[in-house]
């Protein structure tokens, strides 16, 4: 079966650091993603990770770790505007565009 | 270069109805994936087409069915519908659908079932 976990909720304050946690069990694994997304908006592309490792892009960071089907997304100088849902979606073993995601992890950034 | 849009962005209808949702890619992709989101499930693939072929489908009833046309805009049509497929649509759009081809979602089609 399809399963992605992620925190419902996370608070945090301006200036700080969070890191939102995925874990996941997929049939084959092709590549995890993060999404943000603001209240009544799409998602928006913010990382993608198919090797183990770190990937940094400015403020956010994304680690993926397959052997333990692990991910987290880190956020540095929390900003306000940072206040949104973060989406954890995992690509399944055939390759296509077929994402499962987790059910998002709402951020609540405070001043 | 315009975004993926959606229309309509809002619509009511009542049980037993049906109702057809569009999609328009960004210039240029061909794959074309469309969501379900609700809050209690959160995102749901429905299915993806790429080149007018429907390539992949999620774990929902046949009265959720999609096309492709000839230009990549893509239609889904949920027919008969409940009061439980009341839902934010979504549509993503990207190049080919392969590799680390980046998916862009659309804004989204709200649909209330009364």
Excluded at chain 1, 67 to 90: P, R
Excluded at chain 2, 37 to 44: E, I
């Amino acid at each position: 079966g399809q399963n992605i976990d992620q925190p419902t909720e996370m608070t945090a304050t301006e200036g700080a650091i969070v890191q939102i946690n995925c874990t996941y069990q997929t049939s084959g694994f092709n590549g995890l993603f993060w999404y943000q997304q603001h209240a009544g908006e799409a998602p928006t592309f913010l990382s993608y990770n198919v090797l183990d490792g770190l990937e940094e892009k400015g403020r956010f960071s994304s680690f993926l770790s397959r052997s333990k089907g692990y991910s987290y997304l880190l956020l540095k100088e929390l900003q306000m505007k940072d206040s949104a849902s973060y989406l954890c979606a995992v690509r399944d073993g055939t390759g296509f565009q077929k994402l499962v995601f987790g059910t998002g992890t709402r951020l609540l950034v405070s001043p | 270069k315009a975004g993926v849009t959606q229309t309509p962005r809002y619509l009511i209808k009542t049980r037993g109805q049906q109702v057809t949702l569009s999609c328009s890619p960004i210039s240029g992709h061909r794959s074309v994936s469309w969501y379900q989101q609700t809050p209690g499930q959160g995102l749901q693939f429905l299915f993806e087409y790429f080149s007018e072929t429907q390539r992949n489908k999620g774990n929902f009833p046949g009265r959720f069915s999609g096309r492709q046309f000839s230009n990549s805009r893509s239609e889904m049509n949920v027919s008969t519908l409940e009061l439980g497929d009341s839902a934010l649509y979504l549509c993503a759009s990207s190049l080919s659908g392969l590799g680390e081809d980046t998916q862009y979602f659309g804004p989204g089609t709200r649909l209330t079932v009364l």
